[in-house]
């Protein structure tokens, strides 16, 4: 399954509202998707697990939704560390496959 | 808390052995779940390579398979990744990382480790 994340790079100010989208080849169990945030340097961070619930410690500004083909990723209220790549992924077929990542940056 | 710690060289030549290992802590491996590799090449995405369960049973990513080995030791609670014929497409920083047990995404990782292929 082909994941397909939009938009590429999202430019954004601290405050407004982020929505990201992925997008799937074929239909994913929803238990078996996840949102990622990762930062210069640093692993990977798991942001949401099952399409919609959040990781521990997640701030609730963060929330997924989406079922299907279709999910996304809402942060409600951007704060000045939210600005970094995330990516999806979903498990399939007893494997597993990535987005190619939305890039967040600061307006 | 649970943490991961990847080990191994950092530079490996061209058509030879790719051979890390991942130190876990804070969670006894047989306890469950799966555990992965995932590598991202600089500047790009993230590609899952494989997992292992604790019993051994291991998953590849059918674009490396031919070339990729996982084996698990509960004596050491550690897990490795071996992968052979390397290129210079090897060059990635590697992870390692504990599933959420039924959930199939990637709680804990390690913080990787940067192998490059070059003579």
Redesign the interface.
Known sequence: IVLTQSPGTLTLSPGERATLSCRASQTVIS??F?W?QQKPG?????LI??ASSR?TGIPDRFSGSGSGTDFTLTISRLEPEDFAIY?C?Q?GN????????TKLEIK | QVQLQESGPGLVKPSETLSLTCNVSGYSISSGTFW?WIRQPPGK????IG?IYHSGNP????SLKSRVTLSVDTSKNQFSLKLNSVTAADTAIY?CARD?W??????Y????VLVTVSS
């Open positions: 238990n078996y996840s990622y640093q692993a990977p961070r798991l697990y099952g990781a990516y992924q498990y007893t494997w597993y496959t990535f987005g190619q990542g | 992965s995405g993230l590609e899952w997992n998953y590849y990513n059918p992870y959420l039924g959930n199939y995404c990637f709680e990782w390690g913080q990787g």
